[in-house]
Each structure stands twice: as C-alpha cells, then as structure tokens.
T-cell receptor, first 115, second 111 residues
Framework: DVKVTQSSRYLVKRTGEKVFLECVQD?????MFWYRQDPGLGLRLIYFSYDVKMKEKGDIPEGYSVSREKKERFSLILESASTNQTSMYLCASSFFAVWVVNEAFFGQGTRLTVV | TQLLEQSPQFLSIQEGENLTVYCNSS?????LQWYRQEPGEGPVLLVT?????EVKKLKRLTFQFGDARKDSSLHITAAQPGDTGLYLCAGSGENTDKLIFGTGTRLQVFP
C-alpha cells in the first residue's frame, strides 16, 4: 500500500515562528503536492514538485516555501507564521504521467493553529 | 489560474434519494478526477475520466465528463448514509501533472 506520512497531526505555533511541515512517501512517486484545506474553499494548491529540487508555485504560494532534496521527502516551510495560515495542510504524491493524471495519495493532514 | 467550481456546496438528503453534484470550469482539463474525503482523513480517489463525453459507473455512482472537457458531474442513485462525506473534483491541464481541486460538496445522508 502507498503510504504518505505527515510528521504531525496537530501543531500549535506562535505568530512569527518559522514552521516546518514534513511529508514522506514510500512509493517512489515523482510528483508531490502541498495543499491547504479551509471550509468552503476545497483544497488549494500551495506548491507542486515534479522531481527532486524542482518546484512550481500553486495558487497560493505567498508566505510559504518548499524544499525537495530527496525524492521521498517534501517539506513545506512557513517563513514567519501568521494567524491567517491557521488551516489543515495536506500532502499528496503521485506517479508522473503527461497524458493523464494519476491517482494522488494523501497523508492524513496536519492541523496547524497559529496563535 | 484554473478554477473548478462545485455545486451545490452542501447537500442534506434522506436515504434512498438521488442526487447530482456538478463541477464546472472555464478551462479545459486533460483529465478529471473525483475524490471522497471523510472526517480526519485525506481524500481518496473514486474515479478518473479522460475522454470528453465519457461516462463511468461505480456501483450506484455515475460520473460524466463533459464533451468539451470543462465540466463533470457525479450522480448518486439511492443514496445511503455511508455515502456521507466531502466530494471533491480535481483536474489537471494539458502537459502537466499539477492537480487542482474544486471547492467541494459536503453530502449528508440521513437514515
């Protein structure tokens, strides 16, 4: 079974802190994603990575950065956490395919509260 | 930016009723997926549709991809309480694996 593991289920951080969210997948997937999920807004893409050290901005990259030094690990960094970044963060991975998108497998999410 | 709008946002029905959820965009998608998410879990894939006009059935669920590949629908026949959850459509554009999700439809089916 594909497993996508996020380092924490719940996090509470203070405004201004630098926050690291870690995600590891064990299926050798090329693609990895970070989304945030807020009520009524669905899942919004923050960043997408299609290979080691390669990344693309999603719809809401402001205030976030990412790191992909190894194929299995994709980190989301909040440079200076703010209260409007309180949300559920979901990591996902999938195989690379140009002509049809493959199934995305998700972690269980990290609920981040910034106080 | 590609946007996927879903309607309705909320749906509350009795067991046995039929329902349809819509996913619309002004952009063309190379393929479109439907996921279901339960509380405390990540979304799980239900189906992928690829060809314009394609219809796929999964037991009581029927998925259709619009002819122009800009929209999709999910129809549930004789809904059951086990169908309760958040339904999300997701699509990717031409020559990219970047996956964009819709705004979601929260379905509640009462016994």
């Amino acid at each position: 079974d594909v497993k996508v593991t996020q380092s924490s289920r719940y996090l509470v951080k203070r405004t201004g802190e630098k926050v690291f969210l870690e995600c590891v997948q064990d299926m050798d997937h090329e693609n990895m994603f970070w989304y945030r999920q807020d009520p009524g807004l669905g899942l919004r893409l923050i960043y997408f990575s299609y290979d080691v050290k390669m990344k693309e901005k999603g719809d809401i990259p402001e205030g976030y950065s990412v790191s992909r030094e190894k194929k299995e690990r994709f980190s989301l960094i909040l440079e200076s956490a703010s209260t409007n970044q309180t949300s559920m963060y979901l990591c996902a991975s999938s195989f690379f395919a140009v002509w049809v998108v493959n199934e995305a497998f998700f972690g269980q999410g990290t609920r981040l509260t910034v106080v | 930016t590609q946007l996927l709008e879903q309607s309705p946002q909320f749906l509350s029905i009795q067991e046995g009723e039929n329902l349809t959820v819509y996913c619309n965009s002004s952009s063309v998608f190379s393929s479109l997926q439907w996921y279901r998410q339960e509380p405390g879990e990540g979304p799980v894939l239900l189906v992928t549709v690829v060809t314009g006009g394609e219809v796929k059935k999964l037991k009581r669920l029927t998925f259709q991809f619009g002819d122009a590949r800009k929209d999709s629908s999910l129809h549930i026949t004789a809904a059951q309480p086990g169908d309760t959850g958040l339904y999300l459509c997701a699509g990717s554009g031409e020559n990219t694996d970047k996956l964009i999700f819709g705004t979601g439809t929260r379905l509640q089916v009462f016994p």
